[in-house]
Nanobody, 128 residues
Framework: QVQLVESGGGLVQAGGSLRLSCAASGRTFSSYALGWFRQAPGKEREFVAA????????YYAESVKGRFTISRDNAKNTVYLQMNNLKPEDTAVYFCGAEPIIFPSHPPASSPREYDYWGQGTQVTVSS
């Protein structure tokens, strides 16, 4: 069992930055790939970024490449999402998810169905 708690959301103007954090408790943190997803009203949850268990592999949706950076600190059981040059279309509730993996180098999934644990979400609103 893994419990995830996101923080760091808020209201920011277009072009601004935010850093989201997701703190995990429970089983061995490196046994999970971690992903950030977002969901806007009336839309499905979509993949944003993911990182494998040892932090060596990172993956991004095309819409955020070059603007967002995912990282993890296994000593602190925390995953981060640094978001720069935010756009109004980035407005959504952001969720972190944990995907059980066998090997720390295993590439993470981009489908939310592969993630077994989720946080409660944090709202990000970007004004134009």
């Amino acid at each position: 069992q893994v419990q995830l708690v996101e923080s760091g959301g808020g209201l920011v103007q277009a072009g601004g930055s935010l850093r989201l954090s997701c703190a995990a408790s429970g089983r061995t943190f490196s046994s999970y790939a971690l992903g950030w997803f977002r969901q806007a009203p009336g839309k499905e949850r979509e993949f944003v970024a993911a990182i494998n268990g040892n932090g060596a592999g990172t993956y991004y949706a095309e819409s955020v490449k070059g603007r967002f950076t995912i990282s993890r600190d296994n000593a602190k059981n925390t995953v981060y999402l640094q978001m720069n040059n935010l756009k109004p279309e980035d407005t959504a509730v952001y969720f972190c998810g944990a995907e059980p993996i066998i090997f720390p180098s295993h590439p993470p999934a981009s489908s939310p169905r592969e993630y077994d644990y989720w946080g409660q979400g944090t709202q990000v609103t970007v004004s134009s």
